[in-house]
């Protein structure tokens, strides 16, 4: 549970974090502003989130397709109706989550989830992971990794939980909590590798209903607090 620092401040803190989105070797993947004549925008990697379990938010990056830019090997391919351009999804890199700190960050943010994709599109992603995370098939460089808001600064920052890169000591989990988080993604991996069609749709359907009450339960649980905070302050 977050603590109650981290509450009080959630809101202030959302504003100062731009991304919670980090490369394979768990640094930082910053914005880059851009100016299209009139306004400063920015540009950053947006989440898609592909798995929930128990009390965390699995996710992956994915960036907007554009002529600039070249589509690397172990990207796939999101036709997005809504979007000028199409969406290339990171299967190469899995973060994960407490779903409370991912939700107090961007409920109010954009964000793709795999439920409203194709089934033809889910599938293939979900494969993709598969392949990288379990087999190494197409001999990827891969990372699994934990993002958390440290308390102290208020930013987001990365542990690896495995890596084919090497990385100096510190910036690994503990091995207790690596091996919690592994089971984590085994089990995920089980239910719907050789899953049929109607058993994966159902497994995502459920998987999302899951996800959107743990949401729910947060958010009331803040308001109670909120309104308890402003209570006692009127005592």
Same mark, same amino acid.
């Given at each position: 549970?977050?603590?109650?620092?981290?509450?009080?401040?959630?809101?202030?803190?959302?504003?100062?974090?731009?991304?919670?989105?980090?490369?394979?070797?768990?640094?930082?993947?910053?914005?880059?502003?851009? $100016?299209?004549?009139?306004?400063?925008?920015?540009?950053?990697?947006?989440?898609?989130?592909?798995?929930?379990?128990?009390?965390?938010?699995?996710?992956?990056?994915?960036?907007?397709?554009?002529?600039?830019?070249?589509?690397?090997?172990?990207?796939?391919?999101?036709?997005?109706?809504?979007?000028?351009?199409?969406?290339?999804?990171?299967?190469?890199?899995?973060?994960?989550?407490?779903?409370?700190?991912?939700?107090?960050? $961007?409920?109010?943010?954009?964000?793709?989830?795999?439920?409203?994709?194709?089934?033809?599109?889910?599938?293939?992603?979900?494969?993709?992971?598969?392949?990288?995370?379990?087999?190494?098939?197409?001999?990827?460089?891969?990372? $699994?990794?934990?993002?958390?808001?440290?308390?102290?600064?208020?930013?987001?920052?990365?542990?690896?939980?495995?890596?084919?890169?090497?990385?100096?000591?510190?910036?690994?989990?503990?091995?207790?909590?690596?091996?919690?988080?592994?089971?984590?993604?085994?089990?995920?991996?089980?239910?719907?590798?050789?899953?049929?069609?109607?058993?994966?749709?159902?497994?995502?359907?459920?998987?999302?209903?899951?996800?959107?009450?743990?949401?729910?339960?947060?958010?009331?649980?803040?308001?109670?607090?909120?309104?308890?905070?402003?209570?006692?302050?009127?005592?």
């Amino acid at each position: 549970m977050i603590n109650k620092v981290w509450k009080r401040q959630k809101n202030e803190v959302s504003k100062n974090i731009e991304t919670i989105s980090f490369d394979t070797k768990g640094d930082l993947i910053i914005k880059r502003k851009f $100016y299209d004549g009139t306004n400063a925008k920015s540009t950053s990697n947006r989440p898609l989130i592909v798995f929930h379990y128990g009390e965390y938010t699995f996710y992956l990056n994915m960036r907007s397709a554009k002529k600039d830019r070249k589509k690397l090997p172990f990207e796939y391919e999101l036709s997005n109706p809504k979007r000028k351009q199409n969406d290339w999804v990171d299967t190469t890199n899995i973060m994960v989550m407490d779903t409370e700190e991912f939700d107090l960050l $961007y409920k109010d943010r954009e964000f793709e989830e795999i439920n409203n994709l194709n089934y033809e599109d889910a599938r293939n992603i979900v494969d993709l992971l598969i392949d990288n995370f379990t087999d190494n098939k197409f001999n990827y460089d891969i990372t $699994y990794q934990r993002i958390e808001i440290n308390k102290k600064t208020m930013q987001p920052e990365s542990k690896i939980i495995i890596s084919t890169f090497k990385f100096d000591e510190e910036k690994y989990m503990e091995g207790i909590d690596i091996d919690h988080f592994l089971d984590h993604l085994g089990f995920i991996f089980e239910d719907l590798e050789n899953a049929s069609k109607e058993d994966f749709q159902e497994y995502i359907k459920h998987n999302k209903n899951d996800w959107d009450l743990i949401c729910k339960k947060y958010r009331k649980n803040n308001k109670i607090k909120k309104k308890d905070k402003e209570f006692e302050m009127q005592m």
